[in-house]
């Protein structure tokens, strides 16, 4: 699972938490697209986004005006294909977010069992890699896009500049305080403005809303209680804050966010809890999303063993990339991934 991302002097890895586990054993998803060795993107244009166009986006970097609707897309925010493929349209490079078993095929990325239906036989290129320090300009131009997509990311002015370049180009929210943090209603009705879809992206975004509001209402307990997601991350416990997609999901069921996290994440996605500080995840329930060597790993951890929810037998167990992989579709929170992961948060926790 991809767990954190770029600081000002290191590249962290960004979401979920056990890919290295993923790429080790490589189990019930099939994986490997998009390297220099792979096939290439074709040069005959996907089918073009149709809607309203021209179209003009305010985002964080300013505004992008889309004159028509565009046929060849690349997405470099880490989820943002998915939003793509959710209108139908298959993007020509894409991030790598989780890496795949060497020598393996299809991608990871497109297998996942909400979109292996919509990528259908496309491989697109991977355009960066998850820990990657930022995008392979060279690469994205050498696929001619007519729209650059950068909402779930951590693209700087500065490589948006080069971006804007190559094509118009989106980023993300306006207002998005910190990186990550924009609801995904926020970020996919962003996404589908750009493509001409907004009416479109409006009904998904209330599809899954209306998700979320029956499973809070089936259980009014819920309400009553505190949660937290965490993973097991370089021997600790990471907690995400109630900003990341895990935590509004939960809040989203109908739980109470843990907010003493936020401040003690001090803006970012998650936070690796040091042992003096592992009561903050001393919750009536806790949603580990880890994939099996990483849970087991954590099943070791004294402190964790020692939790009120953990002896109280109040903890969900998500495999992330293997098996299921309802771990992954609560962490890409996306338009794809979140009618199957909601369903399956569901079940665990009732």
Same mark, same amino acid.
């Given at each position: 699972m991809l767990l954190h991302r770029t600081t000002t002097s290191t590249k962290r890895w960004r979401r979920l938490a056990a890919a290295a586990s993923a790429a080790a054993l490589g189990v019930g998803l099939l994986a490997g697209c998009g390297s220099d060795t792979e096939e290439k993107a074709t040069d005959k244009a996907p089918a073009a986004a149709t809607g309203a166009f021209p179209v003009t986006v305010e985002h964080a970097f300013g505004s992008t005006k889309m004159e028509k609707a565009p046929e060849r897309v690349v997405t470099v925010g880490y989820t943002d294909d998915? +939003?793509?493929?959710?209108?139908?349209?298959?993007?020509?490079?894409?991030?790598?977010q989780y890496p795949n078993p060497t020598g393996?095929?299809?991608?990871? $990325?497109?297998?996942?069992?909400?979109?292996?239906?919509?990528?259908?036989?496309?491989?697109?290129?991977?355009?960066?890699? $998850?820990?990657?320090?930022?995008? $392979? @300009?060279?690469?994205? #131009?050498?696929?001619r896009p007519d729209l650059i997509l950068a909402v779930y990311s951590e693209v700087d002015q500065a490589s948006y500049d080069k971006l804007s370049k190559i094509a118009p180009t989106v980023g993300r929210t306006?207002?998005?305080?910190? %990186? @990550?943090?924009?609801?995904?209603?926020?970020?996919?009705?962003?996404? #589908?403005?750009?493509?001409?879809?907004?009416?479109e992206g409006t009904a998904l975004v209330k599809d899954i809303q209306g998700k979320l509001d029956v499973a809070r209402e089936a259980n009014p307990q819920f309400g009553k209680e505190t949660a937290v997601a965490?993973?097991?991350?370089?021997?600790?416990?990471?907690? @995400?804050?109630? +900003?990341?997609?895990?935590?509004?999901?939960?809040?989203?069921?109908?739980?109470?966010?843990? +907010?003493?996290?936020?401040?003690?994440?001090?803006?970012? @996605?998650? +936070?690796? %809890?040091?042992?003096?500080?592992?009561?903050?995840?001393? !919750?009536?329930?806790? !949603?580990?999303? $880890?994939?099996k060597a990483d849970t087991d790993a954590l099943k070791k951890f004294e402190l964790f063993n020692n939790l009120s929810a953990v002896k109280a037998g109040k903890v969900s167990y998500l495999l992330d990339s293997e098996g299921p992989a309802v771990g992954a579709a609560l962490s890409q929170g996306t338009l794809l991934s979140m009618p199957y992961g909601i369903d399956e948060l569901v079940k665990s926790v009732e």
């Open positions: 998915q +939003t793509v493929l959710a209108f139908g349209i298959k993007p020509v490079g894409m991030v790598d393996q095929s299809p991608d990871i $990325n497109t297998q996942w069992p909400w979109v292996k239906d919509k990528w259908g036989d496309a491989r697109p290129e991977v355009v960066m890699k $998850n820990g990657d320090a930022g995008p $392979n @300009f060279e690469k994205i #131009a050498s696929l306006k207002g998005e305080k910190d %990186l @990550f943090s924009a609801p995904w209603q926020d970020n996919a009705i962003h996404i #589908a403005k750009a493509l001409g879809k907004e009416t965490v993973s097991w991350y370089k021997d600790s416990i990471s907690a @995400f804050t109630t +900003t990341d997609v895990r935590g509004r999901l939960l809040t989203g069921i109908g739980y109470q966010g843990a +907010t003493e996290i936020d401040k003690v994440a001090g803006g970012e @996605f998650s +936070t690796a %809890l040091s042992p003096e500080r592992v009561d903050l995840i001393d !919750v009536d329930r806790i !949603v580990v999303i $880890n994939d």
